[in-house]
């Protein structure tokens, strides 16, 4: 028989181990969850002078210790919409230089575009969170608001995939014009059920990106953007979110899958766009 002392540690290392298996496997959840949502990239792969003549490097305070980095550029040419902005909010992975191909469309259209990266992305400092992602987008509405001086009814925010939620919060918290989704998802849950649905998701996931309970509230012209070919986020997300909104709105296919590039797609893209231009000048 072991000595007393050595059965007393033995049952405490036993005690010990039934109190931190939960709290092990509780962490490892919280970081796969973490990992699924977010992951970013720090090295830019992209100049922005690759789509524009003379872009501007911004980088402005977002919430109380975070810097975000984002790029300003104006209209090309002078006309009908030169004198309105789309504040882009990219999706969960990589950074701003990753999506050269979306902002090319939109500035094709005669907009200025605005995009940023997320704290924790490319050269934004910190680490992203879903209220820090909220945070940033106001940051970069702010941004353009004082020191650019468009009004409320000349910016239209505009998302991809999470970047769709980030862009609706923006809608509830700040006047726009109009709101764009392009790839975006109901909530994160949803799609944490249908990738896991072995999982009691529902009960274990702390981060919600609830974009459908937001968008009857949002009362301004909205587009929905999505592609049948999508293999990440079904198509009956864009649906469902196209059901929740109120009038006024569009809604648009696309084609390619999640993450592919935009050039096989942008007819479509720029007759969606021309689209939604005739219904903010018809109200």
């Not at 490097?57 to 919430?63: A, K, Q, R, T, W």
């Not at 469309?105 to 992305?121: H, K, N, Q």
């Not at 569009?250 to 590039?261: M, S, V, Y």
Request: net charge negative; aromatic share 10%.
């Amino acid at each position: 028989m072991p000595p007393q002392g050595l059965q007393n540690r033995n049952r405490i290392k036993n005690v010990l181990g039934i109190l931190l298996t939960p709290l092990v496997l509780y962490l490892l959840l919280r970081l796969f969850e973490y990992v699924q949502v977010y992951q970013p990239r720090t090295e830019l792969v992209h100049a922005p002078t690759d789509i524009h003549p003379s872009p501007e490097e911004v980088y402005l305070p977002s919430g109380d210790a975070y810097r975000i980095h984002g790029w300003f550029f104006s209209a090309v040419e002078d006309g009908p919409w030169s004198d309105w902005v789309v504040l882009i909010s990219h999706g969960n992975g990589g950074n701003i230089s990753y999506r050269l191909g979306l902002y090319e469309i939109w500035l094709r259209e005669g907009f200025s575009v605005m995009v940023y990266d997320y704290r924790g992305y490319g050269r934004s400092s910190g680490r992203p969170s879903e209220e820090g992602t909220y945070q940033d987008a106001v940051a970069a509405y702010q941004w353009l608001r004082q020191e650019k001086r468009f009004p409320t009814d000349k910016i239209i925010a505009m998302g991809e995939s999470l970047g769709g939620a980030v862009a609706t919060e923006l809608a509830v918290r700040q006047p726009i014009a109009a709101l764009v989704l392009q790839s975006t998802f109901t909530r994160i849950i949803d799609i944490g059920k249908e990738l896991f649905p072995f999982l009691p998701v529902e009960t274990l996931s702390t981060i919600n990106y609830d974009t459908r309970s937001k968008l009857p509230s949002v009362k301004i012209p909205k587009l929905i953007l999505h592609s049948r070919e999508d293999g990440m986020i079904p198509f009956h997300h864009a649906e469902k979110n196209h059901a929740a909104c109120p009038e006024p709105k569009l809604f648009g296919e696309i084609t390619g899958g999640h993450n592919d590039p935009l050039h096989a797609t942008a007819e479509a893209y720029h007759r969606h766009i021309a689209r939604l231009k005739d219904l903010i000048r018809d109200l």
